[in-house]
């Protein structure tokens, strides 16, 4: 029911209107590891952006490393070193509780201030736990509980839906 | 004993007190980690909020200024609050015993305590006594272990040759009086050198250095042979108890590294000091100062590395 290229398709579309009605000037574009990168691969692409795709863990931004601890897995951020009054198009594949956009945010507030950031996500699903939201989606659902949608990728993308079984 | 100390109920980092007894996979996870932490310099605002709200307390009885100064500003990179207790200026003076001094900074709701000790084992201990939430971190303990300096050095190896199978290293120096050359043999053991020589006078050995898993010269011509990774240490005069050299003069002359001396090694050999440095007695200035020197990359990478390992002691302590 998900297909990835209608999804991919109008995330396309809703992001070069926005581009237009925001006037965004020579923007940057940031993907968040790992997902969002690769839908981020795709847009810059879509939307022939000139500056090289920017790269974003927010391991060390995350609110629950005192439950969770270090992601061992964590890869340097690549931004450049220029943030300050950029206009920057943030990238995610799902958008849920908003707390990895509010860490990205705060991350990305460090390299400097940008001008402004607008966030497209590939997926907007319910369970927001913040009062963020994006700007730009490929699609809005509503996930039963136990639910959960997960992009799959790099090579091909592609959206997986999975039912968790409930243990009582 | 220290293994279990270090490591919780779950293999995960509590302590870091000592090379020996952590597995080779803790090693490259705390190398791993650091990766991530060295561009945080660059950015406009200096800091990840990993530890907003900890407390670390860096308690040094011994002096350092590489040490002290760069757990601080890794503290301070982590968002940690820090206190640097300068022991000379505290109630230690006044004759307050060491757990005294502990208790009273455990009263203070402190996470974390970073120890520079004159005596062997001064971290262990208090790790051991200091209350379950705390983490403890050895800044140097006598002529023990100085395990974040073996660290910051393999992360330096690492980032310039990439892989340690293939490489050989050669520590150079007062072994004898030296907690970091005790801790870099672990550490390269650990993480599979192919070759660790320690190049020392006789006097400047320990009893039985093979023992560690090292080969053995005593004559820096030939020992420098081969070489990938060279490591100058520090003639710990301080230290020493008795006449163990004839002079500096005499030790520079045999054991000094020079510019020739240096050209026994391969050629894209690097040189290493953790410092201070003692010019013209184990080193002479055109090879600290030269283009094979990465001296001041230590430094800079002790903030990194001691990020990582703070980062990974204190994880999951806020729910245990």
Known sequence: ?168 | MIDNLQLNAEGRLKHFLSIEGLPKSLLTEILDIAESFVGIGDHQIKKVPLLRGKTIVNLFFENSTRTRTTFELAAKRLSADVLSMSISTSSTSKGESLLDTIRNLEAMFVDMFVVRHAISGAAHFIAQQTAPHISVINAGDGQHAHPTQAMLDMFTIRQIKKDFSNIRVAIIGDILHSRVARSQIQALNTLGAAEVRVIAPKTLLPAHVESLGVNVSHNLTEGLKDIDVIIMLRLQKERMTSALLPSESEYFKCFGLTEAKLKLAKPDAIVMHPGPINRGVEIDSKVADGPQSVILKQVSNGIAIRMAIMALAMQKQGIN
Not at chain 1, 56 to 69: A, E, H, K, N, V
Request: a negative charge; proline letters at 7%.
């Open chain 1, 1 to 168: 029911m998900l297909k990835i290229q209608d999804l991919l398709n109008k995330l396309e579309v809703e992001l070069k209107h926005k581009v237009v009605e925001r006037q965004l000037n020579n923007p940057l574009m940031i993907g968040i590891r790992t997902g969002g990168v690769w839908v981020a691969e795709q847009m810059h692409q879509r939307l022939n952006i000139t500056d090289p795709l920017g790269l974003l863990d927010i391991s060390f931004y995350r609110d629950d490393f005192s439950q969770i601890g270090v992601n061992p897995n964590v890869k340097p951020s690549q931004l450049p070193p220029q943030i300050e009054g950029r206009d920057i198009i943030l990238i995610d594949d799902v958008f849920y509780t908003g707390r990895t956009i509010r860490a990205a945010l705060n991350e990305i507030f460090d390299y400097g201030r940008p001008n402004q950031v607008i966030l497209a996500v590939l997926i907007e699903r319910d369970g927001k736990q913040i009062p963020l939201c994006p700007d730009c989606v490929g699609t809005s659902i509503t996930l039963n509980v136990g639910q959960w949608v997960k992009l799959i990728g790099p090579e091909p993308l592609a959206i997986q839906l999975q039912t968790q079984d409930l243990v009582a």
